[in-house]
């Protein structure tokens, strides 16, 4: 479990996120959303530690990321898979070499020995024959596969995923969301999801956390987000006329 | 000059960094070969081009301009050694190599930071600036040396060509003149340059690719930086290496 307690970030002056209190538990989908702009890559950058926050904790299984050595902070980031926005991958290097990077940085694993777990981790985000093609040979949603495979060569406790669908078209991206739920499950990962997309919201969002002009504003799952009279939550959940009406649809199923 | 001065606190901060404990032996002296060849081979031809027209036109230039009838004829070839070996090959095969190298180094390391490939190795608890930036340095201080060695040969060879073509000198009285008058401290002069401008030219590249912020204009933006810095840096290192060794 991440624990998120008192978080304080700005940037020059201008304060960015305020106060944010939270958990992402074990074996979930946890997602952030909210407007561009709101904090939500800022939260999640924050976490991970790529940001340093003015005040705050950022508890990983009880372990205070912020305050502890750069040493131990190593050996956590060692247990934290990350999927970027933009995949991330290493242009020089091609896809089985990108999967293989951690574990020869990290392990004592032999050549034989990374490779079969490239090819495993590979096989998991279903993507077979692909070994040595280089990234810039591949599509969109095959880079978010590669990228996911990266990420969970070394058997991460925590997964973070920057808006994993950006780009993609609404099939891929329901395969990419089925994919990072799959492994949530399977591996008993905590998983952080930041998002934007609306389907994802309904269909993997365990725990969903809204940010509000860098207030953590909302925090429920993807049953209450439907019911919840939240305005804010509202507007931005069901901007359009057709996710409105998706709205009282499910509404009116309950009842 | 507080942002020049705060420019200069973060890249020596940055060198700090740079020089600490490979995380993994193996694959850092993987990386320092990978970076002798994209930084030091591939920089051969243009060094060789450059280095046999250049010391032809020395040469040339040498000879033309040597009128009077009491200057020994092999003065042309000790003029031209000692201007290759003083200046020309350390320090201007530098200022060139600065564009190629520096272009390249400034442009790899802030694509890797605009596409997050930098943040993804933070991520995963590697030391990026010590994984990306230690093998180009060691590269280039290791390699450049031997590159400028080579343009020495040349630049020579370019002069005595030059000469011999155009029968302004024999290869006989050339070759008096290049070993009239020789010291092996020049050579080492030319090195310890070397190795100075070497290190100058691959971690200023480094510092602005690796604070580059934004998208594909700045990563531009930040590659011109870092030959121009780097380029001004040389001259200024130049000036007070030349100081301390030949005065």
């Not at chain 1, 978010?144 to 609404?170: H, Q, T, V, W």
């Not at chain 1, 993807?222 to 959940?237: A, L, M, P, Q």
């Not at chain 2, 030059?162 to 003149?177: A, I, R």
Request: hydrophobic letters at 45%.
């Amino acid at each position: 479990m991440i624990e998120v307690k008192n978080l304080n970030k700005s940037f020059g002056g201008m304060q960015v996120l305020f106060d944010i209190n939270t958990n992402f538990e074990k074996g979930k989908v946890n997602l952030i959303i909210g407007q561009s702009g709101s904090g939500k890559s800022v939260l999640a950058k924050c976490i991970v530690g790529l940001h340093k926050p003015e005040t705050g904790e950022v508890l990983f299984d009880g372990r205070n990321f912020i305050t502890m050595s750069r040493s131990d902070r190593t050996e956590i980031r060692k247990e934290i898979g990350m999927l970027f926005q933009g995949s991330a991958l290493f242009d020089s290097m091609t896809v089985e070499e990108n999967v293989m990077f951690p574990l020869s940085m990290f392990t004592k694993m032999t050549k034989k020995e990374m490779l079969d777990r490239a090819n495993f981790c590979l096989e998991r985000v279903n993507l077979v024959g692909k070994n040595k093609l280089f990234p810039a040979e591949t599509s969109g949603g095959m880079q978010k596969r590669i990228a996911i495979a990266r990420a969970i060569s070394m058997n991460p406790k925590y997964l973070f995923c920057d808006e994993p669908n950006s780009g993609l078209d609404p099939q891929t991206a329901l395969v990419i969301d089925n994919l990072i739920r799959e492994i949530t499950y399977e591996y008993e990962m905590t998983t952080v999801v930041i998002t934007h997309d609306m389907n994802s919201v309904i269909e993997i969002g365990d725990n969903i956390l809204f940010i509000y002009q860098g207030k953590n504003w909302w925090q429920g799952d993807s049953k209450s987000i439907i019911t919840t009279d939240n305005i804010e939550i509202s507007e931005f959940v069901y901007a359009s006329e057709f996710m409105k009406e998706i709205r009282s649809n499910m509404i009116d199923k309950r009842k | 000059m507080m942002k020049i001065i705060g420019n200069i606190g973060k890249y020596f901060q940055m060198v700090w960094v740079v020089f600490s404990k490979p995380e993994k032996w193996k694959i850092f002296r993987k990386n320092l070969f990978d970076e002798i060849e994209l930084i030091g081979i591939n920089s051969i031809p243009i060094v060789a081009l450059m280095s046999t027209f250049m010391g032809g036109v020395i040469a040339l230039q040498t000879a033309s301009n040597m009128d009077n009838p009491l200057l020994p004829e092999y003065t042309v070839g000790y003029i031209t050694r000692s201007s290759t070996i003083l200046e020309f090959s350390p320090t201007i095969i530098s200022l060139i190599l600065a564009g190629k190298v520096g272009s390249n180094v400034a442009s790899e390391i802030g694509t890797m930071r605009i596409t997050e490939q930098i943040d993804a190795l933070e991520i995963m608890g590697v030391n990026s600036l010590s994984y990306l930036v230690l093998p180009k340095i060691l590269g280039a201080v290791l390699f450049f040396p031997v590159l400028i060695i080579f343009s020495i040969g040349l630049s020579l060879i370019g002069g005595w060509l030059s000469l011999t073509l155009s029968g302004l000198t024999s290869t006989e009285t050339y070759v008096f003149g290049i070993r009239f008058f020789f010291f092996n401290s020049d050579i080492v002069y030319a090195l310890v340059k070397t190795v100075v401008f070497a290190f100058i030219i691959v971690s200023v590249a480094s510092y602005y690719g690796y604070y580059t912020k934004g998208g594909a204009l700045d990563v531009g933006r930040s590659s011109t930086q870092a030959v121009v810095i780097s380029s001004v840096a040389i001259l200024i290192a130049n000036f007070f290496l030349t100081q301390m060794f030949l005065l």
